[in-house]
């Protein structure tokens, strides 16, 4: 079945510094991919989104590329901030399914 | 405010009880989508509902149902509550079905079952 697979946190970054989570699939056809971030306390929100492949989705200084022949989606930031520290969720959706998502990763950043 | 609303934020019921999560989804969505989050298994999708009617079923226990009523609002019971039922409940909507389409979240329902 479809799966997604995160790298496994905490990521732990000082502030202005690079940032990439992780995060490859398994589908059958082609799936949209999205990634969430989550707040403390709060719901996911919709950080990107790309719906075919070599698509970016960007948002916030985020971004992501759909990469069909490593069906990887890694979520890049070139400088983040204190504010950024949050947990990620990188999910996929086919036509006919709900959303699957991936375990998460928590990143901190400290100023 | 995502436009997605939850009640209540927290919970607290004994084992062997019953309790009712209700979710009002974003004006104009006619999905919703009832997820459980907890430590040990992340995110884990429920049920989905589209205008009134069951479209999806996922890692849902007999114990549970959903519905969604006329109005478009969903109520999720639990039943015969075990302490591994403890986790966050977030309800999603989403205005059409389709792959391409995100969902909206609430804020989540906290149930401690003690």
């Known amino acids: 079945g479809n799966s997604v697979t995160q790298m496994e946190g905490p990521v732990t970054l000082s502030e202005e510094a690079f940032l990439t989570i992780n995060c490859t699939y398994t589908?059958?056809?082609?799936?949209?991919l999205f990634w969430y971030v989550q707040y403390p306390g709060e719901g996911l929100q919709l950080l990107l989104k790309?719906?075919?492949?070599?698509d970016k989705g960007s948002n916030k200084g985020f971004e992501a590329t759909y990469r069909k022949e490593t069906t990887s989606f890694h979520l890049e930031k070139g400088s983040v901030q204190v504010s950024d520290s949050a947990v990620y969720f990188c999910a996929l959706k086919q036509a006919g399914t709900a959303l699957i998502f991936g375990k998460g990763t928590t990143l901190s950043v400290s100023s | 405010d995502s436009g997605v609303t939850q009640t209540p934020k927290h919970l607290i019921t004994a084992t062997g009880q019953r309790v009712t999560l209700r979710c009002s989804p974003r004006s104009g969505d006619l999905s919703v989508y009832w997820y459980q989050q907890s430590l040990d298994q992340g995110l884990q999708f429920l049920i989905q509902y589209y205008n009134g009617e069951e479209r999806a079923k996922g890692n849902i226990l007999e114990r549970f149902s959903a519905q969604q009523f006329p109005d478009l609002h969903s109520e999720l019971n639990l039943s015969s509550l075990e302490l591994g039922d403890s986790a966050l409940y977030f309800c999603a909507s989403s205005v059409e079905q389709g792959p391409d389409y995100g969902y909206t979240f609430g804020s989540g329902t906290r149930l401690t079952v003690v």
């Open positions: 589908a059958t056809g082609y799936p949209s």
């Open positions: 790309a719906t075919k492949a070599d």
